[in-house]
Structure formats: C-alpha cells, structure tokens
DNA sequence: TTAAAAGCAAGAGCACTGCTCTCATTCTTG
DNA sequence: CAAGAATGAGAGCAGTGCTCTTGCTTTTAA
C-alpha cells in the first residue's frame, strides 16, 4: 500500500503536500479567513480551477489543515509527556510540563490554534476525520492522571448522586484505567486548560494578566489538585484509586 | 444631546439599528463568515453602497455587533446575579446561577457567542470600543465572590510568591475589595468558565460529555471552591477576609 | 427666503473570491 | 498500440468588499 506505484501517484501526493504547505503559510500569515485557493494556486504558479483536482473544496482544505493542526499539538503533548516520564518527574510535574507545552505551541501558533480551538470555520459538526486527532492531546492527559492513580492514587473528593452515571460511562469509554470519580474533573480540566489558553491567545486577558507565564503555572497547578494529582499544594481530601 | 433634532438624524439611527437587526439576523442564521453586506443592503432594499454611509465597513459592522452580543450576555449574567441575590440565595447558587445563566444564554446564542468567545474575526486586537462591554460578565464573577468574601469570607490557599506582585496589582486594579490570593483564582475561574462553554458549544464534547447540564453544575460548582467560596462541597483551607 | 453646504442613495465598476464547466494534454493500463 | 483515466489550463458564473461619480434632499447660514 506504500509502494509508490509510478510518476503520476508520486506527482499526486507532492503536488497535495505542496498545496497543504503554501496554505499552511497564508493560514500562519493572514489566518483561516484570508485563506484564498486562488492565492495559493498562483503562489504555486497553477491554475486555480487544478486545485479542485487535489482538494474538493475549500472547506476539505481547512479539514487537512485542521487535522494536521490536531496532529502538530498533539505530537508536541506527547513529546512533552515523555520526555516529563524519562526525567522521571513527579506526576504533577508531568501536568505541568505537558499543559505548558500545549500553551507554548499556542502562542507560537496562534492561527493554527484558532483553527482548531476557536469558532468552527466550515459548519457546525466537525468532520469525522478530525476526531481522532483531536482527542490526542486528552489522552495525554488522561495517561498522567491514570498513571498518578496507579502509583500514588488520586485525592479526590466523592462523586456527586446525580453524576454518577455518566461518570462511569465516562470513565469505561475513555479512561478504562480511571476511576468514575476521576473522570468528570478531568475532562472539565482538558476543556478548562483551553479555555486559560484561548483567553490568552484570543486576547481577552489583554490589562487583565500581565505575568502571563506565572499565572498559567499556577493556573494549571491549581487544576491539577482539581483532578486528584497529589502534591499539588494542599493535601488529599480522599484517596481513590492506588489498588 | 439625546433630543432628536431633525428628520434626518431620526432616519439615521432608524436605518442603522434596521441595517444591525438584519445582520444579527444573519448572524443567527449563517454565522459570521456568511455574514454578507450586500446581502443585508439586498433584504433591506437598498443599495450595496449605501450602508458605506451606516458602518465604514464590513469589520466596523461586526465590531457594532460584538458590542451587542457582550452586551447581551452581560445583561443576563447581571439579571442572574441581581435575583440571586434577591433570593437571598448563598454564594455559591449565586455563582451558579450565573454560570448558568452565561451558558444558557451561549446554548441559545450560538453563533453570537462564536462571536465574541470564539477565534477574533477582523484583525487580532479587539477594538477598543469591546473591552469594557466584554468585562461585564467578569465584573458579576467579582461581583458575588467579593460579597461572599465580606459576609463569610474566602477558603483559600496562600499565596505563592512568585505571583504576589501579579496578584496585587490584580486585585488593586480589578476588584479592589478582594484580597489578592483570590484575584488570580478569580480570573483563572472566570477563563477557565468560558473554557467549558466553549467545548459545548463548539462540538468538543461530542462522544465525550453527554450529561451535559449536570456536568457543567458539577464543574462549576468545583470552581467555585477554587475562587474560596464556602460551602463548595468541601471545607476551608484557611480563610481570608471578613474583615 | 434663498443660496451654499452637507448628507444621502443609487449605479457603475474594480479586484477579488469559490467553484464549474469544457477542452487539450499526459500518463496508465488492457 | 489504443482505450481510458487522470491532470492542467482557460473561460466563465455568481458572489463578495469597497470606491467613485452622479444626482437629489435636507439642513444650515446669509
């Protein structure tokens, strides 16, 4: 399936990787709304009516775009968790190292950020193809949590009646090595982490926060403790989980 | 300088409100990409050129309707705040109720809310007309937790000291009847709130959150015991104010 | 009251966009 | 080698934001 079966396929795919480059750089340059196919056709000297060969739509290129967006700070999470694991840094300061690596993609990325984390630019429902990607920087999250779970146990306070039910779906649909009681904080904590992150990027905290590299760090040390990591500051409230 | 003095400036703000309903309509209806002047100028009857005279752009015009939309979810945040207290109703259901009351009215406002919370669509820094409607619903957040810190006071941890100097100016400059450990809670609370709306209501909690109304009351419940608010499901860490 | 000034609507037009055709060319495959 | 598929180029459509000029109406000042 690898194997490049001759000239034209070979062709195809370097003329997509070129076209995906061109409009990554108009996209970090001028951002997704200043996109322009015919722009980018003329930068790469074709025709723009070609472009409709290798992307359908303007839309599926911003579909590539943000799944290689996805990919880019995912990529960079899971590098930050290694690299924390091979340290072997406490697990909260592997939360630390992974939340701060994300944020530092953002702002060196800021277009690319938005793309993914602001506004959906094509329709509502994001397209299948991008939820995977999407989901890799969570499940980082999700692997410092469980492995602070396995190691140490979490301190979390009991789960609440009426949330029961979807904690425990949540835990055996995405967190098989977690505790139901774990599960709910720690995806308000993945949904929390981006919304420090955008206010930040998107400006809102413009003469709000000034020490933006201090607040974040305590921001998401704060956050840790919210999702049971020990050692973050005060100590436990309950102890789940070190089975 | 509120008397209307002639047919003329009667007919202008007449026009300008018909040309900012009709887009909001569209708003509502398409989101702001979509959102077309000519279109507007169309259904209005009029010609393209001729609402140059209203908004001296498309950009003008969507500043004009991110003023509203802040506006509008300020307005309800402070209706919430001001029957809440009218209740007689403890901090922490104030502090529900008016994060409810800001996703309810997101929930209801999707493309508005996509507007101001959501990637900055004309350049990257917000006009300077937005900022002080863009803080109002902050402003309630401040609101109930410097009311809760006068009558009960705030469970709180200490502050760390690379943040001091931060949270100082902080509270000196945003809430100045707060103390400083809780100004920077505060805003990381009021960041990551917008951070949980926004994964609702751009589709990030598709296959991820189902419960979605009990989730979002758990984790801003959990919130509000990191901005120090008393009887948040568990007890005080060491209390500051009521003073 | 009348003349000048200012505000306004309309139309034409420019440069641009996404996208769809047709037509010629090139590579692949039976 | 010939049939067929993939590709590229160009013209063209409908739409966009925005500008300019041309008349007209309202306001203001003499």
Same sequence: chains 1, 2.
């Avoid at 949904?191 to 998401?220: D, N, P, T, Y």
């Amino acid at each position: 399936m690898s194997t490049v079966r001759g000239a034209r396929e070979r062709a195809r795919i370097e003329v997509t990787a070129a076209i995906k480059d061109e409009a990554k750089k108009q996209l970090a340059a001028e951002g997704a709304a200043k996109l322009s196919l015919r722009a980018v056709a003329r930068e790469l000297g074709m025709a723009s009516s070609a472009i409709y060969r290798y992307f359908p739509s303007r839309d599926e290129l911003l579909t590539a775009l943000i799944v290689d967006a996805y990919d880019s700070v995912g990529e960079i999470a899971e590098a930050a968790h290694r690299t924390a694991c091979a340290d072997a840094a406490t697990h909260l300061a592997r939360w630390v190292a992974v939340t701060c690596a994300v944020r530092d993609w953002a702002l060196a990325h800021p277009h690319e950020y938005a793309l993914i984390y602001g506004s959906p630019v094509p329709g509502y429902t994001a397209p299948q193809a991008t939820i995977g990607p999407a989901s890799r920087v969570g499940f980082v999250l999700i692997a410092v949590v469980t492995d602070a779970c396995r190691t140490d146990g979490l301190a979390l306070p009991p789960l609440a009646d009426d949330l029961r039910a979807e904690a425990e779906r949540m835990s055996a649909d995405l967190a098989p090595g977690l505790p139901p009681e774990a599960a709910a904080p720690l995806i308000a904590a993945w949904s929390q982490l981006f919304g420090l992150i955008s206010f930040e990027i998107f400006g809102q905290f413009h003469r709000v926060v000034e020490a933006k590299e201090v607040f974040f760090r305590e921001a998401v040390t704060e956050l840790a403790r919210t999702v049971g990591l020990l050692g973050a500051r005060n100590g436990a409230r309950a102890t789940a989980g070190k089975g």
